[in-house]
């Protein structure tokens, strides 16, 4: 991965495994500073978030550290993330842990 500022990444619940669930994305910096952040597919983003009051829906906030593609995989991951690094946008869209 050619990136400026990413060591390395790890999904969790990758791809492979995704059902109703999002895809768990943790990544090392190259100050092993290590951040996270979730991707999901318009299928499961149905599947998750809080209840508007009195009804069935989903409502989600937006976070800077939640990606929707249309299609999730380990190549859509990997290629979101490396654009992110060489955008300067990694640490604004990741959540330090």
């Known amino acids: 991965m050619n990136t ?3 060591v390395s990444y790890i999904e969790i619940d990758g791809p492979a495994k995704q059902t109703n669930h999002a895809v768990e ?3 090392t910096l190259t100050n092993d500073e290590r951040r ?3 991707f999901h597919s318009p299928e499961t983003v149905k599947n ?3 209840y ?3 009804t069935n829906i989903r409502m989600h906030y937006g976070e ?3 990606f929707v ?3 999730v995989t380990q190549d859509s ?3 979101t993330i490396k654009q992110l690094d060489e955008a300067g946008k990694i640490l604004e869209c990741t959540v330090s842990i």
């Open 77 to 79: 991951i990997r290629k």
């Open 25 to 27: 994305v943790y990544v």
């Open 36 to 38: 996270w952040c979730f």
């Open 64 to 66: 800077k550290h939640m």
């Open 52 to 54: 508007i009051d009195g």
């Open 69 to 71: 593609l249309s299609e």
């Open 48 to 50: 998750c978030g809080d």
């Open 4 to 6: 400026k500022n990413i």
